[in-house]
């Protein structure tokens, strides 16, 4: 592989949209941020100089990040922020990995700006498992306030009740004609007649699962989270924050100057306030000869906001390719079960305070009951010096025995309890987690996102997880391979992964509200014997708090 150098200022830019212009926080002025371009193999050495007053840390996600844990970027996880003035320059190499990720700012709710593709290409000379696309197109799926986003969480954290949802959402940083005053604010993919077209499409929204569809055409899944899958059909495709799809789109013969939609629209189960809106995005048929003007123009069909039949169908389509080239290897044999509670739930209302969640309460959220607070200083450097005490306590519960019936009636304490604990395992350990929604205050879909790791999606279901009878149906032979996976609505995903990669890695909710309410926790996974098992210390210019 090659050495490739960023250079990534963070600065203010007025940009406008809806009408309403903002300065908001931008890398190098740019929104979406620049596209990170590299090879399976590659280095980045990525230079990220802060000159705004926020503090600032940037999470590659999805990047495995062996060894190079002090590159992974969470804020008080893996690093400090970088103050106003600093810069730091992150540092890894992608190894076994290949496909679509993206980068996005990771403290507070800085994500909303501040985000942008990673394409990472095959080494030089391997191809594709399919058809060599014509071009390729990234497609990056955003939310857009016309408020700052800082200021709509900090006020929500405040009152304990829920942020305003965001005005539009957007595809390549566009909102598309369907909203107010956007006509000219419209992402236009032009194609030609009968040819195979890449679409890299990544759903970097803060807080809505999308249902995509592009009218009249058919999208051929190839590839999910950097793991192909066996290629199937589908009219419309479901991706939650976090996760990334290839699709392959080939285009018709017949249409030489027309002009479709392509559309996205939340999937949602909570009872919640949702933005139900359409964003649209063209695809242009071009023919030299005509005019551009009066083409007709389709529109998709989206599955309603809370198909849920839809999403579990969709979900179930998605295998890994398991070739010999590209194989999946499951964990056969699991040294640790895990069954982790992963729902919505209150905190106690500070004094002299009023608070606009549930029955006075502050909204909350958590895994196994315990609502993540967050240390203030980095989990990684506390753990590296060997100084946890008074930093984070290594006893994450993993078996939570104070409810059982998780998808029935909710208790009627809906109290969390917060902490900063972390599940610790030694190096190499085979884990099995499995992970179920509850309904303590009412049943959604959580899409978890696990740092420095994929997972191998091994089972899901409605109801309460039975450890009995649900494991004899696991996939262990081709089950889809990723970083982010829905917890269904009202029911249980199993996962496992092999615990190789040393560090402190979190996990959490990737709609960002509930991360703010503290579903979230942290791994640690120890050293090994061998040299290339071990973190390597701490570069020189790594934040300090
Ligand atoms: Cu894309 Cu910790 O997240």
């Known amino acids: 592989g090659v050495t490739r150098h960023y250079k990534f200022d963070i600065k203010l830019q007025n940009v406008t949209r809806l009408c309403h212009t903002k300065s908001m926080v931008t890398v190098n002025g740019q929104f979406p941020g620049p596209t990170i371009m590299a090879r399976e193999g590659d280095r980045l050495l990525i230079k990220v100089v802060n000159h705004v007053q926020n503090n600032i840390s940037i999470h590659w996600h ?17 690093q400090c922020p970088i ?3 600093q810069s730091y320059v992150y540092n890894f190499t992608i190894v076994g990995q290949r496909g679509t990720l993206f980068w996005h700012a990771h403290i507070s709710w800085l994500r909303a700006t501040l985000y942008g593709p990673i394409i990472i290409l095959p080494k030089p000379g391997v191809p594709y498992p399919f058809a060599k696309p014509y071009k390729e197109v990234p497609i990056i799926f955003g939310e857009w306030f016309n408020a700052d986003p800082e200021a709509v969480i900090s006020q929500a954290l405040q009152t304990g009740g829920g942020p305003n949802i965001s005005d539009a959402y957007t595809i390549n940083g566009l909102t598309g004609p369907l909203y107010n005053c956007s006509a000219k604010d419209t992402f236009k993919l032009k194609v030609k007649s009968e040819k195979n077209y890449l679409l890299r499409i990544i759903n970097a929204a803060l807080n809505d699962e999308l ?22 059909d589908t009219d419309t495709l479901l991706i939650t924050p976090g996760q990334t799809t290839n699709v392959l ?65 969709y979900t179930k389509r998605l295998k890994s390719l398991a070739s010999v080239q590209y194989p999946a290897n499951v964990p056969k044999n699991v040294d640790k079960h895990f069954f982790f509670t992963v729902g919505l739930g209150t905190n106690p209302c500070d004094q002299n305070q009023t608070c606009q969640g549930p029955n006075g309460t502050k909204f909350s959220a958590s895994i196994s009951n315990v609502s993540f607070a967050m240390p203030t200083t980095a989990l990684l450097q506390a753990h590296f010096v060997g100084q946890s005490n008074g930093v984070y306590s290594p006893n994450f519960p993993f078996s939570p025995a104070h409810w059982f019936n998780y998808t029935g009636n909710p208790p009627n304490n809906t109290m969390v309890g917060n902490g900063t604990k972390v599940l610790v395992l030694p190096f190499n350990t085979s884990v099995e987690l499995v992970m179920q929604d509850t309904s303590i205050l009412g049943v959604e879909s959580h899409p978890l996102h696990l740092h420095g790791f994929n997972f191998f999606v ?46 402190v890695w979190f996990m959490h909710c990737h709609l960002e509200v509930h991360t703010s309410w503290g579903l979230k926790m942290a791994w640690l996974v120890l050293d090994g014997k061998l040299l290339n098992q071990k973190l390597p210390p701490p570069p020189a210019d790594l934040p300090k708090c």
Do not use: C
Request: proline share 9%.
């Open 249 to 313: 789109l080939k285009t018709k013969l017949h249409f030489p100057n027309a002009s479709f939609f392509m559309a996205a629209r939340p999937y949602a189960t909570g009872q919640g306030t949702f933005d139900n809106s359409t964003v649209t995005a063209i695809l242009e048929y071009k023919s030299p000869k005509q005019s551009p003007k009066n083409l007709p123009f389709f529109k998709p069909n989206l599955p309603s906001l809370n198909d849920t039949s839809f999403a579990t169908n």
């Open 211 to 232: 249902f995509f569809s592009i009218a009249n055409h058919t999208l051929t899944i190839v590839d999910v989270d950097t793991i192909y899958v066996k290629p199937f």
């Open 458 to 503: 091994v089972g899901q279901g409605f109801g309460n997880y039975d450890p009995k009878t649900n494991p004899k149906n696991f996939n262990l032979v081709d089950p889809v391979e990723r970083n982010t996976v829905g917890v269904p609505s009202g029911g249980w995903v199993a996962i496992r992964f092999l615990a190789d990669n040393p560090g």
């Open 62 to 78: 999805g990047i495995r990040q062996l060894q190079s844990g002090w590159a992974d970027g969470p804020a008080y996880i893996t």
């Open 83 to 85: 103050q106003t003035g």
